[in-house]
């Protein structure tokens, strides 16, 4: 048996303890992480050092060094973070529907928690600790397999919340870390079979692509946006500006940021200037067709097929006139990536057309496309946003985190 | 492009049409496909003939070669079962729950269809027309792979199907039948990511196993079913052999048929000979445990750790004596499938945590297994029953074959 197996297999004996734990004893061990992080701060920036020192020498990008830094206040974050999980609703146990068959058997849904479930991330230390709570309040046993640029923080993180766990009465291994950050640790939990019920992979769409491919375990495909904000010939010119500058500059590194803006060619010639003069404020780069660069000039890059493909994560868009509904439609769902879209219209039939046709897991009318988040739509803190059909779509809070069983109340029944 | 990539593509273009289409429209088509089966028997009987002999040829069993066959009054029963799916309630277009958030913004949670779903199966052409049906109603393209004992009466049935699905007014390509049946066209379905949206394989543990292990698209996973009837101490002696009786006996070849009986050491020896005379009327044969042997004698083989981990499909059943309650969970959480079990007691606290405890699909108290089915559960006709825990779990109605998108209705909103 390998040590990943023995981890699984750990896993799985601490979920089968998890399953039946109530709210409140969950909710304790919650509430002790939450303090034990504020107690380790020594111990976790400490560890944090070391990352950072380690990242600095291999010449990491000043961007993911910061991603990468723990600081007091974000440790205090982090524990804020896990004492809203505790304030959520338990979504385990609760009975969803309970009917009365003709035959008298009473027979109900239930939710109950997935089991295990793995995590494979990057840079960033604090998923450690947000993946593990959210899984915990679920009821699920959780595997954590981050990047080897966090190694240190995220082991002084886990050990922390390991040691909250136990103290609070539950099996530590509910919570554990991957030691291998190798390469080939990722495919050993790819074939984890009988120990892992799900994997999440949350990170750039060539870790997702490698894992949704080689994956046996089930998996729930997360993260890659590649939005369009849609101008429909009867737009309010105001509002359509307003949301695709919120849509592209207020976060442009996020998977719900427009990528493409789409413009009626009716009111191209009205709209692209105005929009420009905002996205001009974060010097946005636009690359745009024929008839955008006809409208707004040279210093707009000609854009190529492969650009509407892109998700930039940058101060980077799109541009494309269209000649309408139709077409604008037929792209989207051509170059989208079924993550989050959004029409600005005063046209009924246009927005009810759009939500209707618009295959993706957001479809927006006259909004942003950047308030596609679990906090946003009223479900708490999230572990992703899967932009897959099956079991989930769209942000994932504790809800996505659970699955349902049949419970049957008989009196002898026999089937005939 | 492969033959199997062009009818992913027909496939996935025929599903965009119907993500949209009315109840209305479906409907039409599902009554005229009815028709269409029974005016065509001619057609159907005669391809049937042709799989009937090739497989008398071959040397089939008996019982094999009695669910290939077709004749007048299962060909009625097929299109019957299409009139049942078009009365069933559209599963389409119901937004679950909508609300207004604090910023204004109106989100809802839609129902919408998954998109195309390939199913892979083994000998019954019946399964040809209900996967297709169901998955029309739920407006989803369905590619059928079936085996290849029944290759020319499947294509007649899809032939039917289209025909009547195109005079309907909808893309013949919603219904579509893979032409290859070598285990190499298995394969190429699994790797049809950018088409398929879902694989739901029917068939035996050995078609099931490679599929999830193979899979690059999304699979769910059905049908293997080693389930168990727990009788605890408390248990009503008569009820609890009428219900063992029905759970072995009543149809021993299905997947919620129980395959292996677990005995409280308190009532074995008054239980087990009224158990052993129900079950000898069906000549059953019983693999049981040290103890078991002691009471019931030398007839009874003894049982391996393997008869606990099979799924017998036939008259046999293994016999176990548990010392309570804690043994028989441990038993059933380790040698289980997680598809169908029941305790019989008159135990208040036993029933609850059996119920609790026990991780599987469907838990009972006091009835027989063999109620795990879209049809008894109330939900209409199924496409087979989930073992896994993600997206469906138990018995797979139309409900279980869409999925939901986000819609949001705004006036202009942005993130701050």
Redesign the interface.
């Known amino acids: 048996m390998t040590d990943i197996e023995r981890q699984g297999m750990s896993a799985k004996k601490a979920a089968?303890v998890l399953?039946?734990a109530g709210t409140t004893v969950k909710n304790a061990a919650l509430c002790a992480i939450a303090k034990a992080l504020e107690d380790g701060e020594q111990e976790i920036l400490e560890a944090n050092e070391k990352d950072m020192a380690l990242a600095k020498e291999s010449g990491m990008r000043p961007a993911l060094l910061d991603r990468l830094r723990l600081d007091s206040k974000r440790i205090r974050a982090m524990a804020d973070g896990v004492r809203e999980v505790a304030a959520l609703r338990d979504p385990v146990g609760r009975v969803l529907s309970m009917?009365k068959?003709p035959n008298g058997?009473l027979?109900g849904r239930k939710t109950?928690p997935?089991?295990v479930i793995a995590i494979i991330y990057e840079a960033r230390p604090n998923v450690t600790v947000d993946a593990a709570v959210l899984c915990l309040k679920a009821g699920n046993a959780v595997i954590l397999r981050g990047g080897k640029e966090a190694f240190y923080s995220n082991n002084a993180l886990t050990n922390i919340m390991r040691r909250a766990i136990r103290e609070a009465g539950l099996p530590e291994d509910c919570v554990s870390l991957v030691q291998d950050t190798s390469r080939q640790s990722v495919n050993d939990i790819l074939s984890l079979?009988g120990y892992v019920?799900?994997l999440i992979p949350r990170g750039g769409a060539g870790l997702i692509r490698h894992v949704?491919?080689n994956a046996?375990v089930?998996?729930?495909q997360t993260g890659v946006g590649n939005c369009h904000v849609y101008m429909e010939k009867t737009a309010?010119l105001d509002?359509a500006a307003?949301?695709i500058?919120?849509?592209k500059c207020?976060r442009p590194s996020v998977c719900n940021a427009a990528e493409t803006l789409l413009v009626d060619e009716d009111i191209a010639e009205a709209f692209l200037p105005k929009a420009k003069a905002l996205l001009d404020q974060k010097n946005t780069e636009l690359r745009g067709c024929d008839k955008t660069r006809a409208i707004l000039g040279e210093s707009v890059v000609p854009a190529t097929e492969e650009d509407y493909y892109t998700e930039f994560g940058d101060y980077i868009l799109a541009v494309k006139v269209v000649s309408g509904l139709d077409e604008a439609i037929a792209h989207i769902?051509k170059y989208g990536s079924s993550h989050s879209e959004a029409i600005v219209t005063e046209n009924y039939t246009a927005?009810q057309r759009f939500?209707?046709?618009i295959?993706?897991?957001?479809?927006?009318?006259?909004?942003?496309t950047?308030?596609?988040d679990g906090g946003?739509?009223?479900m708490g803190a999230e572990i992703g946003i899967s932009t897959?059909?099956?079991?989930a779509?769209?942000p994932m809070g504790l809800e996505q985190l659970t699955?349902?069983?049949?419970?049957?109340?008989?009196?002898?029944?026999?089937?005939v």
């Open positions: 089968s399953m039946t009917e068959r058997l027979i109950v997935l089991g079979t019920d799900v949704v491919e046996k089930p998996v729930i309010d509002m307003s949301i500058y919120n849509a207020s769902n927005a939500l209707d046709e295959d993706a897991a957001a479809v927006y009318v006259n909004a942003s950047r308030f596609t946003e739509f009223g897959q059909k099956m079991h779509r769209g699955t349902t069983k049949f419970i049957i109340y008989g009196n002898g029944q026999v089937r």
